[in-house]
């Protein structure tokens, strides 16, 4: 039987793992995550926030000029991080990229009460998307607002949207919890008391509407609110993995910001040796054909015991 959880003994968790995959992750150093790439799955590290923030605007960009009206493309992008967004306004407005052909997918959005949460809500993700990059675009060269993607508590038009255009690339960041986008693990109950969701059943879960991990909410609260976590809506809709695996590329972004030095090399390990298990869901993308891992190299940090 597989071990409780250590910080939410009613979920399912990457604390469940063997104690064997947790403690190599452990010993791995910032060179040894370089040295886990392999065909499928790359790793890049970058030495500023600069160049960092600013590779990641220009997978935007890259998408985006693939755009054609016989081939619309587009990009399905994240809120954490954010502080790419208004570098991607900057580069478009600069380089006068006319968007009309582009399309953006919001990966996810809050839900209160069944319904997603408006563009007044303070933790919004459409607010910031558009607060952040597009109200920032020229408006003579902003995509069409039907080109815009937002998930919505009646998912038949997000869902339908990814057959519109082809998504180039996919960017993330990785949470706490170890996922992408809201894609969490779930309760240790029912069918899945005693296992996690086998890897090929989650990955079938289209867009849809969860219910976050505990640990979810805390790094929420910590990262977006000040720690006050009774403002942190405990559902969400998140784009799934049955989208995700239709984008060509998937990119995730580690500034060291939004998870740990442990959790990074957690995940990175479990992607190179392709060990997918739905407790830890961003080890499922071991299985997609082109993933692409990127760190801020001083973001990395270490997993030496240290007091503070």
């Known amino acids: 039987m597989r071990p409780l959880s250590k910080v939410a003994p009613g979920w399912w968790d990457y604390t469940t793992l063997d104690r064997a995959i947790l403690d190599d992750a452990a010993r791995l150093t910032a060179d040894d995550l370089l040295g886990l790439a392999r065909p499928g799955f790359a790793v890049r590290f970058y030495d500023t926030l600069e160049d960092f923030y600013l590779a990641e605007a220009l997978e935007y960009i890259t998408a985006w000029r693939q755009a054609t009206a016989d081939a619309p493309a587009g990009v399905c992008g994240p809120i954490g991080p954010t502080e790419q967004l208004p570098l991607v306004a900057r580069l478009v407005n600069e380089l006068e990229l006319d968007l009309r052909h582009a399309h ?169 040796q392709r060990i997918a298990d739905s407790a830890v869901p961003m080890s499922l993308l071991a299985d997609h054909p082109n993933v692409q891992f990127n760190f801020y190299r001083p973001g990395i940090g270490t997993t030496a015991a240290e007091m503070h």
């Open 104 to 272: 953006f997918w919001a990966m996810d959005e809050w839900v209160v009460d069944g319904r997603e949460v408006g563009e007044d809500h303070p933790l919004g993700f459409r607010r910031a998307n558009m607060a952040l990059c597009f109200d920032r675009i020229r408006p003579e060269l902003r995509m069409p607002a039907a080109n815009l993607h937002f998930p919505a508590a009646d998912l038949t038009a997000y869902r339908a949207s990814w057959q519109q255009a082809r998504c180039v690339v996919m960017q993330g960041g990785q949470g706490e919890v170890k996922h992408w986008a809201f894609n969490d693990p779930p309760r240790r109950e029912g069918r899945y008391q005693d296992a996690p969701p086998p890897p090929e059943e989650y990955r079938r879960l289209a867009t849809r509407i969860v219910e976050l991990h505990p640990i979810t909410l805390i790094q929420n609260a910590r990262t977006s609110g000040g720690g006050v976590v009774q403002n942190v809506p405990s559902q969400a809709l998140t784009v799934g993995p049955a989208e995700t695996w239709q984008a060509e590329k998937v990119s995730i972004w580690h500034a060291g910001r939004h998870d740990n030095p442990f959790g990074m090399r957690l995940t990175t390990l479990m992607i190179s």
